[in-house]
């Protein structure tokens, strides 16, 4: 740190902000024009000094709380769907003025969660926002509520702003909260103290997080906020968790909220939509010679090393592959499907292809198609 400032903060110069509805809102639930605009003069500074800046933004069903006469919000997919159908537009709206004032343009972009897991799809949202960058314009990103289905929805902004930062290969991603930071418990509890710095997962032995946020508003908490910092530090980018209020000091580099520092390097797109942007439709129980060789040598999944399938999935589908304690050691993209593969198992690839023909000498996962995964607490209650 120089003078007291974070120098991955002050030396980035593209940088992915996410703010979550709690920040936007109101007491009474819509969305707060003054935070907005709030929001806007801190971004629209740091863009005037030459700092390209994509914007997280999450409010859409809030925003359409008002004009459908919702009071709280919505439990059904249908109804949220709708609110974030009327309330999308009005939301960019109010961000098109704000920055308008000074002199910035904005573009919605609405993306799903195959958007960032499709080859094809993920290739086209980077030229998307790259060329709006060139332009000089501000991208606006939002989950696309109105159409995804439970299937293919992220759930939450935190992790579509992790995996926006790796897609436009920003320096730094900023997620601003209602609360100051990372704290080792409840923070509205006394004796819970913040966390300044994480440099790695020993840093988060000790913490015990929260699965929401105050507002009831958002579908984010302290859990998400977590798990996007893992994804972004992993790829080697830092994130910096602070208070909405806060947004103008945490981007000026001073030491607010919590600084998760580095742990890893930018990988590859495709390894970083296997272990982070896909849902396993299956699992493929593992010997202990299978696990040594995918985990220790990176060596492919042959059908010899797998004593036991679950799920329903089909070729190309991903599916965790678990050690002989289930579990989790790795993900990755099958090549047969659950109704084929428990034939196979056991079994050497030269046998099945002389008893069955060349196409079954093949691997079950082959080891571009396959990341590895930490051992994580699952529960979601311990980060």
């Not at 290739?123 to 606006?140: C, D, S």
């Not at 507002?215 to 909405?244: C, F, N, Q």
């Not at 089909?314 to 993900?331: H, I, N």
Request: with cysteine; hydrophobic share 40%.
């Amino acid at each position: 740190m120089s003078g007291g400032l974070r120098t991955d903060v002050t030396g980035a110069h593209r940088v992915v902000v996410k703010v979550g509805s709690s920040s936007l809102t109101s007491a009474r639930g819509g969305i707060d024009q003054q935070r907005i605009d709030t929001l806007v003069d801190v971004l629209a500074e740091r863009r005037g000094n030459g700092i390209e800046v994509v914007l997280v933004s999450s409010g859409a069903i809030a925003t359409g709380f008002a004009p459908l006469g919702l009071r709280s919000r919505p439990r059904d997919l249908a109804t949220q769907q709708a609110a974030a159908s009327v309330g999308q537009g009005l939301l960019v709206a109010r961000y098109t003025e704000a920055f308008g004032r000074h002199g910035f343009r904005v573009a919605q972009v609405l993306l799903t969660l195959d958007d960032v897991t499709r080859r094809s799809h993920y290739r086209n949202a980077y030229r998307t926002l790259a060329r709006l960058l060139e332009f000089g314009v501000l991208p606006i990103i939002n989950e696309n509520d109105s159409v995804a289905t439970e299937e293919i929805r992220f759930g939450d902004n935190d992790r579509l702003a992790a995996l926006v930062a790796h897609l436009v290969n920003a320096d730094l991603l900023v997620l601003l909260s209602d609360v100051d930071g990372l704290y080792d418990g409840d923070p509205r509890r006394p004796g819970s103290a913040k966390v300044s710095e994480v440099r790695g997962e020993e840093d988060l032995s000790h913490v015990v997080v929260r699965k929401s946020g105050r507002s009831g508003v958002g579908t984010g908490g302290m859990v998400t906020k977590v798990e996007a910092a893992r994804i972004a530090t992993g790829a080697g980018i830092p994130v910096i968790l602070a208070d909405a209020s806060d947004a103008g000091r945490a981007l000026a580099g001073e030491p607010v909220g919590t600084h998760f520092h580095r742990t890893g390097r930018r990988r590859p797109a495709r390894q970083l939509w296997l272990a982070h942007a896909t849902t396993p439709r299956g699992r493929l129980r593992l010997d202990s010679g299978a696990v040594r060789a995918v985990c220790e040598r990176r060596a492919s999944l042959l059908p010899a090393g797998i004593v036991e399938v679950d799920g329903d999935f089909g070729v190309g589908d991903p599916v965790d592959l678990v050690d002989p304690e289930g579990r989790t050691v790795a993900r990755g993209l099958v090549n047969f499907d659950a109704h084929e593969l428990p034939g196979l198992l056991g079994r050497s690839t030269r046998d099945l292809a002389r008893e069955l023909g060349p196409a079954y000498e093949r691997e079950v996962v082959h080891r571009d198609d396959l990341v590895l995964v930490g051992q994580r607490d699952r529960n979601g209650t311990r980060a």
